[in-house]
């Protein structure tokens, strides 16, 4: 349970975040408003990147898209609804990580059993160790913690299946982690810093996580969101019944990923919680539970530009 003195920022609070967001400018040219490359989806799971790849190509001007080989077939067969984005090769990914301004990693990537022998090192051990040709399409681990090791000034966001798998050592001030309470569990877990008498929902320890946690920043998924960064918590209200199905989160991690390739982070933290949350409401005005992940995809454009405007 959430404490009872801390409630959700309150509209006005939420404004001042929002004017904080960098809008294109008219004069600007392609490329100018951001570059993303989204690392997700695997053999199991189809669906989750995509959702990702759909929002962050309506905020970003350039997505690149690195998956599994069966995944990025499915993008391009699907290019006539998508064509703002490249599909890359896993092997050929790390050009684009150079080019990009932020880095999306996790959606629809599968947790496996972690390797003890491939966890917990330094990242000279990462970068020395990179990713076999069959690693690239399927080891989440290897390719999470050979990435982040080697790319630590760049930009993350990290989600589901690299959350859980990641070494949670290598995180830094840049990352932002996305866990539902489950995953917040795994993470801690993962880094050595269980304690069971710490209560994982308390403000307290969420800070003391992030701290533990090279500073990174943490978005807590839930009924009310908790955002964390730099010592300071902010609590976001709003959603309904509709949110609880499959793709949310994937749509969550696309819309943030998109927020931070061209902003800081506290401001995209909050906006995409807040505004993933309202396009959820509006859609429950309008059909009341029964939406999907698709429909919060289309939904989100519209509820960010009036939220902006207004």
């Known amino acids: 349970m959430f404490s009872k003195s801390l409630t959700p920022l309150s509209q006005n609070q939420i404004k001042s975040y929002l004017s904080q967001l960098?809008?294109?400018?008219p004069s600007s040219r392609k490329g100018d408003n951001g570059k993303l490359l989204i690392i997700g989806g695997s053999n199991l799971f189809h669906a989750a990147s995509r959702w990702?790849?759909?929002?962050?190509?309506?905020?970003v001007d350039m997505v690149f898209y690195s998956s599994v080989p069966s995944n990025n077939q499915?993008?391009?067969?699907?290019?006539?609804?998508?064509?703002?984005?490249?599909?890359?090769?896993?092997?050929?990914?790390?050009?684009?990580l150079e080019e990009a301004d932020c880095i999306l990693i996790g959606p629809g990537m599968e947790r496996?059993?972690?390797?003890?022998?491939?966890?917990?090192?330094?990242r000279e051990f990462y970068i020395d160790n990179q990713p076999s040709k069959k690693d690239w399409n399927n080891n989440t681990q290897k390719i999470s913690n050979y990435l982040l090791a080697k790319?630590?000034?760049?930009k993350w966001v990290i989600d589901a299946g690299a959350l859980q798998m990641i070494d949670p050592l290598l995180l830094n001030s840049n990352c932002i982690v996305t866990?539902?309470?489950r995953e917040l569990e795994i993470l801690i877990n993962n880094a050595n810093h269980q304690n069971n008498d710490v209560d994982k929902s308390s403000l307290e320890s969420l800070e003391a996580i992030s701290k533990k946690l090279g500073n990174c920043s943490i978005l807590l998924k839930g009924q009310v969101d908790q955002v964390v960064h730099q010592g300071g918590s902010y609590f976001i209200g709003g959603g309904?019944?509709?949110?609880?199905?499959?793709?949310?989160?994937?749509?969550?991690?696309?819309?943030?990923?998109?927020?931070?390739?061209?902003?800081d982070i506290l401001p995209s933290m909050i906006a995409a919680s807040y505004i993933n949350k309202a396009a959820g409401d509006w859609l429950h005005q309008e059909v009341g539970p029964f939406y999907n992940a698709t429909d919060l995809v289309e939904a989100i454009p519209r509820v960010l530009w009036r939220s902006l405007t207004n």
């Open 22 to 25: 960098n809008l294109p400018a």
């Open 240 to 263: 309904n019944a509709g949110m609880t199905k499959g793709g949310t989160g994937d749509v969550l991690a696309g819309l943030l990923a998109g927020l931070y390739t061209v902003n």
């Open 52 to 59: 990702s790849l759909e929002i962050a190509s309506k905020l």
């Open 74 to 96: 499915l993008i391009k067969e699907a290019k006539q609804d998508f064509w703002n984005g490249i599909v890359v090769s896993r092997q050929d990914l790390e050009s684009y």
């Open 179 to 181: 866990p539902h309470h």
């Open 112 to 122: 496996q059993q972690l390797d003890p022998s491939y966890h917990l090192q330094s």
């Open 151 to 154: 790319y630590q000034t760049k």
